[in-house]
């Protein structure tokens, strides 16, 4: 069983950058695809970016491409995403999640999810 808890959100002005992180617990971490997911109020989760097991291949939605960077340590067992250059539009709630598989985790049915963290950006 893989346990994933989120830290690191808070409130922030636009331009400005924040650091999400995400701690696992479970030796499968390393294992694992992970990736980070939001949610807006009235709207559906979306994804945001995924990371392979090892780190060596990273995918982006096209809304955070070029702003946003995920990132892993698996000697750690945590996933990070730093996000820069934040906009009043990336404001949500946003899920850490991992799954064996990294097609699951590119297409959001993860087997694993955090509790979330809420990012607000004012404007």
């Known amino acids: 069983q893989v346990q994933l808890v989120e830290s690191g959100g808070g409130l922030v002005q636009a331009g400005g950058s924040l650091r999400l992180s995400c701690a696992a617990s479970?030796?499968?971490?390393?294992?694992?695809?992970m990736g980070w997911f939001r949610q807006a109020p009235g709207k559906e989760r979306d994804f945001v970016a995924a990371?392979?097991?090892?780190?060596?291949?990273?995918y982006y939605a096209d809304s955070v491409k070029g702003r946003f960077i995920i990132s892993r340590d698996n000697a750690k067992n945590t996933v990070s995403l730093l996000m820069n250059s934040l906009k009043p539009e990336d404001t949500a709630v946003y899920y850490c999640?991992?799954?064996?598989?990294?097609?699951?985790?590119?297409?959001?049915?993860?087997?694993?999810w955090g509790r979330g963290t809420q990012v607000t950006v004012s404007s």
């Open positions: 479970g030796r499968i971490f390393s294992s694992y695809a």
């Open positions: 999640a991992g799954d064996e598989f990294l097609s699951r985790v590119r297409a959001g049915g993860c087997t694993h």
């Open positions: 990371v392979s097991w090892s780190g060596g291949n990273t």
